[in-house]
Nanobody
Framework: QLQLVESGGGLVQPGGSLRLSCAAS????????IGWFRQAPGKEREWVSY????????GYAGSVKGRFTISRENAKNMVYLQTNVLKPEDTAVYYC??????????????????WGQGTQVTVSS
């Protein structure tokens, strides 16, 4: 069974950092591109970042560019989202999602086939 599991969320003060992880089971990630999305209370889910199956291509939403970094370790079947200089508006449930590898940067949730259950990130003093 294909499964994605996020971890690493928590409560952090503004300006702090968290490293979110996305672990895959039931399949190998190296044939899949990964997206990170987030959903804040009362808001629609929004795209945060993307990484190609090889890791050579990445993309970021304007609101996180320069603060977040996506990476992957295919040998460990893991993808990471390093979040720095966190702001209260970054508070949301963060999800990772997988889609079969294809050229391009994919930022719409309907383009992803597999989803994790999410990890809560709360930025507050």
């Amino acid at each position: 069974q294909l499964q994605l599991v996020e971890s690493g969320g928590g409560l952090v003060q503004p300006g702090g950092s968290l490293r979110l992880s996305c672990a895959a089971s039931g399949f190998t990630l190296d044939g899949y591109a990964i997206g990170w999305f987030r959903q804040a209370p009362g808001k629609e889910r929004e795209w945060v970042s993307y990484i190609s199956s090889s890791g050579r291509s990445t993309g970021y939403a304007g609101s996180v560019k320069g603060r977040f970094t996506i990476s992957r370790e295919n040998a460990k079947n893991m993808v990471y989202l390093q979040t720095n200089v966190l702001k209260p508006e970054d508070t949301a449930v963060y999800y990772c999602a997988a889609r079969p590898s294809y050229p391009g940067v994919f930022s719409s949730d309907y383009e992803y086939a597999y989803w994790g259950q999410g990890t809560q990130v709360t930025v507050s003093s």
